[in-house]
């Protein structure tokens, strides 16, 4: 594990730093370049982050549902404010004039600050109600868990 990976956030949650860790790698492979020097990979790579991206926050916000979690409001508009900002890199590669380089900084630094600042709360809240479980402690107040 080299240095970066050891800055990466991880939650500690296997489930969902999986997926993180997929999302990283597929940071890693966009270029570090200012410009575009291979078009068709980078064009299959913005499809793959387009896809996962959409299915990482959907499993996050239906995890949040299930549970009842709290804060779901701010974590989906975090959510839905990154989504915006890459939608508008793949505007930019669609007019020739995205810069990869910066596209994988914004990535990688949102990613870290966004996991550790608020996809921990959900870790907190989850993880609590588990271990209550398991200890035969009904969760987060609920009386009597179905
Ligand atoms: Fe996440
Ligand atoms: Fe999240």
């Known amino acids: 594990m080299n240095t970066q ?50 299915f990482h926050f959907t499993c996050e916000e239906h995890l949040m549902r299930l549970y009842n979690a709290p804060d779901f409001a701010v974590h989906q508009s975090d959510h839905e404010a990154a989504a915006a900002r890459f939608i508008r890199f793949t505007d930019d590669f669609e007019q020739g004039r995205l810069n990869p380089a910066a596209l994988k900084i914004f990535l990688t630094g949102w990613l870290m600050e966004h996991s550790q600042a608020i996809d921990s709360g959900y870790v907190e809240w989850i993880s609590e109600l588990r271990k209550n479980l398991h200890n035969g402690i009904s969760g987060n107040g609920v009386s009597c868990m179905p």
């Open 5 to 54: 990976h050891q800055q990466r956030y991880i939650l500690a949650f296997p489930e969902m730093d999986e997926q993180h860790r997929y999302l990283y790698s597929l940071f890693d492979a966009l270029e570090n370049e200012t410009q575009v020097t291979d078009p068709c990979r980078t064009a299959s790579l913005l499809k793959e982050l387009e896809r996962y991206l959409n």
